[in-house]
T-cell receptor, first 115, second 113 residues
């Protein structure tokens, strides 16, 4: 079974430029998460989707961050414009509809460096 | 709010040494507790879990017991291997409408041959 796939793995951009990250969850997983992981910190939830609906986006900085999950499968996280402080790893995770709450399957992450 | 506190790393051990990584938590209600592991170059993966007090989670020789009286979920392994070198994250889920997994900061473990 294929795992959660994220791309790109690494991205280096100048500040004020836009950037987008893509995530393909495990087939059949209805719930999709985007997490932010700063250096030396644990992951923090940005947004959670149930199918195509964003059910928790309270931690997403909506002035510059946006996300979508069209058709309830793949998802894209966008930052526009990027700031120096956005340098971090962006993690995507998924879980099936029926699972032990808290059991998530993570991708390898997208490491963003903003210069 | 919910929070998880892990012992700060890095932790460096010799192969076959005993490992303990401390984890304590603050949460309302009765959370489920988890240890996730991140091997170099890989994504986080679930190592073990416990969903109620006094439960013991175990996997790959690692164990952790859910202690409600001390609000702890310490990770232990009797004999570590070089392949256990990774970052370990303690996490909790407290349920309800706030469906969110709260992570500790992570502890880097390096095991030397």
């Amino acid at each position: 079974e294929a795992g959660v796939v994220q791309s790109p793995r690494y991205k280096i951009i100048e500040k004020k430029q836009p950037v987008a990250f893509w995530c393909n969850p495990i087939s059949g997983h209805n719930t999709l998460y985007w997490y932010l992981q700063n250096l030396g910190q644990g992951p923090e939830l940005l947004i959670r989707y149930e199918n195509e609906e964003a059910v928790d986006d309270s931690q997403l900085p909506k002035d510059r961050f946006s996300a979508e999950r069209l058709k309830g499968v793949d998802s894209t996280l966008k930052i526009q414009p990027a700031e120096l402080g956005d340098s971090a790893v962006y993690l995507c995770a998924s879980s099936p509809a029926v699972t032990v709450a808290g059991e998530l399957f993570f991708g390898e992450g997208s490491r963003l460096t903003v210069l | 709010g919910n929070s998880v506190t892990q012992m700060e790393g890095p932790v460096t051990l010799s192969e076959e040494a005993f490992l303990t990584i401390n984890c304590t938590y603050t949460a309302t209600g009765y959370p489920s507790l988890f240890w996730y592991v991140q091997y170099p170059g890989e994504g986080l993966q679930l190592l073990l879990k416990a969903t109620k007090a006094d439960d013991k989670g175990s996997n790959k020789g690692f164990e952790a017991t859910y202690r409600k009286e001390t609000t702890s979920f310490h990770l232990e392994k009797g004999s570590v291997q070089v392949s256990d070198s990774a970052v370990y994250f303690c996490a909790l889920y407290s349920g309800g409408s706030n469906y969110k997994l709260t992570f500790g900061k992570g502890t880097l473990l390096t095991v030397n041959p």
